[in-house]
C-alpha cells in the first residue's frame, strides 16, 4: 500500500514468520477463494492482512517461485499476481492475526526492509513510474 504524504512517499508492509519461523517483511498476498478473481482475492487479502481497504487500478506483474513444503516433502511452483491499488480508508487495528505486525514505512526504508528481492522491483518499479508521470499526491496500494 503507498500513499504520498507532505514527507515523501511512504508504504505499507506486513510481517510474518517464515517456515523456519524467521520473521520476513513481505507485501500483502494470500490464496484464492473458490470462484475469486485475482483482483477480489487481492483487496480481500489487503484487508485481512492490514485492515485497509484498497481499490485495484492497474495489473503491476506476476511473480512465480519454487519452494518446498517441508510437512509434506512437496515441491510447488507458486505465481503471485501483484496489483497497483487505490487507498480507500481503513483502519490497521481492524487485521486479522496472519500478520504479526503492519507499519507504514518510508519507501527508501520499506525498500530496505523487504525480505524479497522480487518485491523489491515491484515496489521500486512502482515508485519510479509514479515519480516519472508527476503523480499528485494520493493513495496507491500494492497487493496480493
Avoid: C
Amino acid at each position: 500500500m503507498f500513499a504520498d504524504r507532505p514527507d515523501g512517499r511512504w508504504v505499507v508492509l506486513i510481517s510474518r514468520r517464515n517456515a523456519a519461523g524467521q520473521l520476513q517483511w513481505t507485501l500483502p498476498k494470500g490464496g484464492l477463494e473458490d470462484g475469486e478473481a485475482l483482483e477480489d482475492a487481492a483487496v480481500r487479502e489487503v484487508l485481512e492482512e492490514t485492515g485497509l481497504v484498497a481499490q485495484v487500478t492497474d495489473k503491476l506483474g506476476v511473480v512465480d517461485y519454487w519452494f518446498v513444503w517441508k510437512p509434506d516433502e512437496v515441491r510447488y511452483h507458486k505465481y503471485v499476481h501483484y496489483f497497483l491499488m487505490a487507498h480507500r480508508g481503513g483502519d490497521t487495528a481492524a487485521r486479522d492475526d496472519e500478520a504479526e505486525d503492519v507499519e507504514w514505512l518510508p519507501i527508501a526504508e520499506a525498500l530496505e526492509r523487504l525480505s524479497h528481492p522480487n518485491e523489491r522491483r515491484l515496489v521500486e518499479a512502482v515508485a519510479d513510474a509514479t515519480a516519472r508521470a508527476g503523480d499528485s499526491p494520493g493513495s496507491h496500494a500494492v497487493g496480493q
